[in-house]
């Protein structure tokens, strides 16, 4: 929409640099993404609020001279106040109608908005002059009540320690096998932009893909992109095309992974994103709001060295807590002696490790010809495998094994 311009000028703080001593400020980033729609007719109050929101990561902003008719891309709606003359308690009405957190913002502002405002429940009414000092904070609170009333799903990262380890056939075996395990939603985000082999290997037709909802971001509400992705039961994913990175054009749309991401996130109990690649730039976004990090490596040197190298740069250069590294050994074979899982520890220096075991026939299978691996014959030794990986891995609500009549009578407290 098109913003007037009107005369009367606020007395606002730099628009221009948001800096103190010269330097510029550290961005800060929210709880939860936020996509902010703020209603305001004042250039100088845009420029100030831009400068803003341009020191806040996790934040999506858009302007517009009026209400319109409908909101549900957004989470909260900033109403700037510039005079009595306007009706704002009428518009503050319509917002609480649709249940939309709402902030206000102006100075001296007229006792009948304020008491609309009150009597309405508007989260908070910021000063022009405070809008340095307020704005983030009052951000964050909205932010952390809006995720009270949310499930957000943690993003686990499935990455290549050394390319062609298998990063993206163990995304397959763990997203197919969690949905089988439990009732909960369960996506995948398929981020390997040279192959995007996850449909494939899951057997499912995809005609929507991962550049697609980037293209329309804007389109997309909360239940759209749920409905987009290629859906198996509470399986769902969000497919790749091939070599989408070397389109110069679409690799601006990466801009919004970030944005995209909570989206999914905000509609399903776990994400799984297949990071096969390793690090690339266009898919960073998805690193940095991982809560997990599962690298998938094998059983020798070259694979181990680079594999070290990937988490010097999580660890090291991007921050990532140790803690949340956790390494898979796929292809494993104990007839490889000189390379053990306490070699694979000590060398990598993370404690957790698991293993799937070498069985080139099965995985092919499940490549080539898409056989979901709950669902093969031979599958007893690596899906065992895959189910220790889950159940000590992920935070999904798990049925409660019934024990055995073998482990009744011998005991089965062993744990491997």
């Known amino acids: 929409m098109k913003n007037k311009n009107i005369n ?4 606002l703080p730099d628009a221009r640099l948001a800096e103190t001593d010269g330097s510029v400020k550290k961005k800060q980033s929210l709880p939860i993404h936020l996509s902010v729609l703020v209603i305001c007719t004042e250039l100088n109050v845009q420029l100030a609020l831009s400068s803003q929101f341009n020191l806040i990561t996790n934040v999506n902003f858009e302007f517009s001279d009026q209400m319109p008719k409908h909101l549900s891309q957004f989470d909260l709606v900033i109403l700037t106040v510039n005079s009595d003359k306007d009706n704002y308690p009428l518009v503050i009405e319509k917002l609480a109608d649709q249940n939309m ?37 009052t951000l964050t609170i909205c932010a952390n009540e809006i995720l009270k009333e949310k499930k957000v799903a943690p993003i686990i990262s499935i990455i290549n320690g050394k390319s062609g380890s298998g990063a993206s056939f163990i995304t397959g075996c763990l997203g197919e096998i969690s949905a089988d395990l439990c009732q909960d939603e369960i996506a995948l985000i398929d981020a390997d932009l040279h192959y995007g082999s996850l449909a494939d290997i899951l057997n499912l037709e995809a005609n929507y893909f991962l550049t697609d909802a980037l293209n329309e971001i804007d389109k997309l509400d909360n239940v759209a992109i749920k409905s987009m992705m290629t859906k198996r039961k509470n399986l769902s994913l969000l497919a790749s095309k091939a070599y989408a ?3 110069n054009e679409q690799n601006k749309s990466f801009e919004h992974l970030e944005r995209l991401a909570w989206k999914i996130k905000l509609n399903h109990d776990l994400v799984l994103a297949d990071l096969s ?36 740069q999580l660890t090291q250069v991007m921050g990532i807590n140790k803690s949340a590294i956790k390494i898979i050994v796929n292809r494993y074979s104990k007839k490889v002696t000189n390379i053990t899982l306490n070699d694979i520890k000590k060398a990598l220096a993370i404690e957790s490790v698991f293993y799937v075991s070498n069985n080139y026939q099965l995985a092919s299978s499940c490549t080539d010809l898409g056989y979901p691996l709950a669902k093969l014959t031979e599958n ?9 990986i889950i159940k000590q891995t992920f935070p999904l609500k798990l049925p409660v094994e019934k024990p055995s009549l073998f482990s009744k009578l011998f005991g089965g407290n062993n744990v491997r």
Do not use: W, Y
């Open 277 to 312: 690649r390793g690090l690339d730039l266009l898919t960073l976004p998805l690193v940095s709001i991982s809560s997990q990090f599962l690298i998938v490596v094998q059983q020798n040197i070259v694979s181990l060295r680079e594999a070290k190298a990937l988490i010097q």
């Open 8 to 11: 009367n000028v606020v007395d």
């Open 101 to 137: 957190p709402t902030l206000l913002l102006g100075d001296g502002i007229a006792a009948n908005i304020v008491r609309a405002a009150m009597h309405f429940h508007v989260q908070d009414i910021i000063p022009f002059k405070n809008i340095e000092q307020e704005l983030f904070n």
């Open 380 to 388: 007893k030794i690596i899906h065992k495998e895959i189910c220790t």
């Open 245 to 247: 990175q070397l389109d």
